[in-house]
């Protein structure tokens, strides 16, 4: 586990501002703090996924957290909601048309502070809040 202090500091060394205002919000919610450990950490350890691989690890009417990207490779086929630091043009497109939610990650803390409901997929594996 992560201090705040080291978040602080890696989340210095970032140039994405958007990455950064994050990473703050998150550090400042107990409940989100995992995801300002998951998002301070270096790029390579950061999850990409497809949207196959996000239809195969979930429920439907679930809420799912993505910390990196989403990928548009696959189909999805389930009514979700999708949470992640950002979208491809091609998955937003894919998810709007299949009724699925989506919502980046400093619009979820707001939205839901204590964050019910979500599961985190990372590694093809669900982590529950």
Known sequence: MKTKSLIEKQAQRKNNSKLVKTIIAAKKNKNWFKIAE????PRRKRIDMNLEDIDK??????????????????EINKKIKVVALSFSEKAKEKLLKANCQISNIDEEIKKNPEAKGIKILKNLTLETY
Do not use: C, M, N, W
């Not at 998951?38 to 950490?41: A, E, K, P, V």
């Open 57 to 74: 690890k979930t429920k439907e009417e679930k809420i799912v957290l993505i910390p990196g990207k989403v990928l548009s490779q696959g």
């Open 38 to 41: 998951i998002l301070s950490s």
